[in-house]
């Protein structure tokens, strides 16, 4: 199981989004009392755009990579943004093979019957080559 490191939780990120709230709204009253009442729109439009970075960081946190292998089947579950997929492969015909994926750094691929999964978009790549080289001698073993 693979997913994206986050260091804020989402209680930090409420407590972070009402300490940030409460300092721009202490401050932009000021400004208002002193007669700058251009502040408060500006004020607002920051607070919206942090708003949507931290809610774009929350739909990134909910990422993952998943690979069970038994016996004989080989589960692939991910999901990316508000996407999700599952895969299922029988090990005696599933194939690992190493890709150019979006990144730089090639992907993990296992194809089988016309069918195939990226992972490794979690994984540095180190660990990518890793993980096709552990899935590669695990599928190569004989039955």
């Known amino acids: 199981m693979a997913r994206p490191n986050c260091s804020l ?3 930090l990120r409420r407590g972070l989004i009402a300490l940030i709230l409460a300092a721009s709204f202490i401050i932009s ?4 009392l002193a ?3 251009l502040v408060l729109p500006f004020a607002g439009i920051e607070l919206f755009l ?22 004989d089947s080989l589960v692939v579950s991910t999901r990316h943004s ?3 997929c599952s895969r299922r492969f029988q090990t005696a015909w599933a194939r690992v093979t ?28 180190d660990q990518r080559r890793q993980l096709f080289s552990d899935l590669s001698s695990r599928l190569a073993r004989p039955h």
């Open 9 to 11: 939780t989402p209680a």
């Open 35 to 37: 007669g700058a009442w």
């Open 82 to 84: 508000a996407a999700s």
């Open 50 to 71: 942090l708003f949507l970075a931290l809610r774009a960081i929350d739909r990134q946190a909910s990422d993952y990579e998943s690979i069970h292998l038994d016996d």
């Open 29 to 32: 009253t000021t400004f208002l």
């Open 98 to 125: 190493l890709e150019p994926g979006d990144s730089r750094e090639p992907l993990v691929c296992i194809r089988s019957h016309g069918h195939s999964a990226h992972v490794g978009r979690l994984l540095t790549p």
